[in-house]
């Protein structure tokens, strides 16, 4: 019969082996930079050209675990206010009632409630986007761009993604129609994050 104090170290040493191994594939937290990121859209103009803007302030979280995509997680909150069009006057009109209404609606959100893989560097990512406070499930194709190491050896990461919502179905409607403004509106989100 095994030894009781052998027994005991033994299960001790599994028990520690089985820890450190958990702890090696724990997923990791990267934080999305936003010097090196950008949040985009596209719409259509009077039904002849295609407007573009940018927001300047967003942040956000990806969780990733090496093992299980799964268990992968992205979380993102831009800043209305932060609208960028390149003419002041249209910016102050997208701030308004009328669009963003960033007073009573200071950020616009998406949260995945999925992960799955979808080939060597993409995922098909499934969320809750949030915008005049009214959140509608979307779907998400997002490509893995890249990994790396920034100057001082920290782990980097680069995502990429683009969509279309239509904004009517957040409840803005202000001048929708086709020799208006465009309802579908197109969103790419290009990120680089770095672990926390």
Request: proline share 2%; hydrophobic share 40%; with cysteine.
């Amino acid at each position: 019969m095994m030894n009781r104090t052998l027994l005991r170290s033994i299960l001790s040493l599994a028990a520690l082996t089985l820890t450190v191994a958990s702890t090696a594939m724990a997923a990791d937290t990267y934080k999305v930079d936003p010097v090196h990121s950008s949040a985009q859209f596209r719409i259509r103009h009077l039904g002849v050209s295609n407007v573009t803007g940018h927001f300047t302030e967003f942040s956000g979280e990806v969780t990733l675990d090496a093992a299980d995509a799964t268990k992968n997680a992205v979380q993102m909150e831009i800043k209305t206010a932060s609208i960028d069009t390149d003419n002041e006057a249209r910016d102050k009109h997208l701030e308004s009632a009328d669009f963003f209404n960033v007073e009573k609606f200071p950020a616009m959100t998406f949260k995945s409630t999925s992960f799955k893989k979808s080939g060597d560097a993409t995922f098909d990512v499934k969320g809750d986007f949030t915008l005049l406070g009214v959140t509608k499930p979307v779907t998400v194709s997002v490509e893995q761009v890249g990994t790396g190491k920034d100057k001082d050896g920290n782990a980097l990461v680069g995502f990429e993604t683009t969509f279309t919502i239509k904004r009517s179905d957040y409840g803005m409607t202000k001048m929708v129609g086709a020799s208006l403004i465009g309802d579908e509106v197109k969103i790419t989100v290009a990120v680089e994050c770095g672990k926390k």
